[in-house]
């Protein structure tokens, strides 16, 4: 069994107490690796990004992050993403990495993800230029995913995001937002290629489980959505 630890929109800053505080004390027995889910920081900079280093400078085991929208506001992100990785944070931007850990190697495709809706609502590719760049930039996402499914040799696979590939775990947000908070486009390479495990935040006021329409759980770990500092998520147990 491999435990993966996971939380997502610690949105870290400077001199401000969050609503969750973000807290990884005793996380090196608890789990075997931490995933994070985007939105590290709270305004989309860099020196946000060295409060969360600072915030996990305790935690020993491998760490695997992604960016969320937030971490884009300032345009720092390429920025953000050197500070995590000269602090030993694996930062994902459509890559792909394996971990070994707890007698195992867990591949991770992590890519931020994207809105645009889902099922019969989703965003078609039609119509002014702008919306079908929206289009574009989900299914930009999707391919880095179906790529990272294609090449990650591992005993478990798990597709850590930002943005929703399903519907259920954002249930509590009112309706009216979920084309923003998430893309059922990014479901379909998971359901053809298969994972063990999607871990996603940005939902704030979510639901913690969901499955997808091919049986793969989602996790929506966003801090105020789980009510605690992050979850333990067995695989293969
Ligand atoms: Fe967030
Ligand atoms: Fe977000």
């Given at each position: 069994m491999v435990r993966i630890a996971a939380v997502g929109d610690v949105h870290a800053q400077r001199g401000a107490a969050p609503t969750f505080k973000a807290d990884f004390a005793n996380?090196?027995?608890?789990?075997?690796?931490?995933?994070?889910?985007?939105?590290?920081?709270?305004h989309?900079?860099?020196?946000?990004?060295e409060v969360l280093v600072d915030i996990l400078?305790?935690?020993?085991?491998?760490?695997?992050?992604?960016l969320g929208n937030h971490d884009y506001h300032q345009r720092q992100q390429e920025e953000i993403k050197r500070v995590l990785k000269s602090s030993g944070i694996l930062a994902l931007d459509g890559e792909t990495a394996v971990v070994e850990a707890g007698g195992f190697n867990v591949g991770f495709?992590?890519?931020?993800?994207?809105?645009?809706?889902?099922?019969?609502?989703?965003?078609?590719?039609?119509?002014?230029e702008i919306f079908r760049m929206m289009y574009r930039e989900g299914v930009n996402e999707a391919n880095k995913i179906r790529r990272g499914l294609e090449t990650i040799k591992a005993d478990f696979r798990v597709v850590l995001l930002h943005y929703s590939p399903i519907k259920e775990t954002l249930h509590g947000e009112p309706p009216e937002v979920y084309a923003f908070l998430g893309a059922s486009i990014m479901a379909e390479p998971i359901n053809r290629l298969g994972a063990d495990l999607i871990i996603h935040g940005h939902?704030?006021?979510g639901t913690e489980k969901g499955t997808t329409s091919g049986g793969i759980?989602?996790?929506?770990?966003a801090i105020s959505t789980?009510?605690?500092p992050y979850t333990v998520y067995p695989l293969g147990g």
């Open positions: 996380i090196n027995a608890r789990a075997d690796i931490l995933a994070i889910a985007g939105d590290l920081t709270a989309g900079l860099a020196e946000e990004a400078k305790g935690v020993n085991i491998p760490i695997v992050a992604v495709i992590g890519t931020k993800g994207f809105g645009g809706g889902f099922g019969m609502g989703a965003l078609p590719d039609f119509g002014e939902s704030h006021y759980p989602v996790r929506n770990v789980m009510g605690r």
